[in-house]
Nanobody, 122 residues
Framework: QVQLVESGGGLVQTGGSLRLSCAASGRTLGSYAMGWFRQAPGKKREFVAAIRWGGGNTYYADSVKGRFTISRDNAKNTVHLQMNRLNPEDTAVYYC???????????????WGQGTQVTVSS
């Protein structure tokens, strides 16, 4: 059993920043990739960013590239998403997830957190 818990969401003005965290517990995830997804009301869940526990390569959706940064702390089983220059289109529930390999497809992820709300006001 793996549990993922997101934190760090909140309300921010356009142009502001937030830092999300995802703490993993339970079985080890050393061979897994970690991803961030988001889902806005009435929209499908979409890929945001991903990183491997065992490597430094990172992957980003075009919509967030240059504004968001994903990072990891393997010793603490924690991944982070630094979000800068936020705009109202970034408003969504943000989820972290774990997969056997890096993917932009939500259906390929095995474990999910319950999400944290990010709201960007204009």
């Amino acid at each position: 059993q793996v549990q993922l818990v997101e934190s760090g969401g909140g309300l921010v003005q356009t142009g502001g920043s937030l830092r999300l965290s995802c703490a993993a517990s339970g079985r080890t995830l050393g061979s897994y990739a970690m991803g961030w997804f988001r889902q806005a009301p009435g929209k499908k869940r979409e890929f945001v960013a991903a990183i491997r526990w065992g490597g430094g390569n990172t992957y980003y959706a075009d919509s967030v590239k240059g504004r968001f940064t994903i990072s990891r702390d393997n010793a603490k089983n924690t991944v982070h998403l630094q979000m800068n220059r936020l705009n109202p289109e970034d408003t969504a529930v943000y989820y972290c997830a774990a997969a056997m390999a890096v993917s932009t497809k939500a259906e390929q992820y095995d474990y999910w957190g319950q999400g944290t709300q990010v709201t960007v006001s204009s």
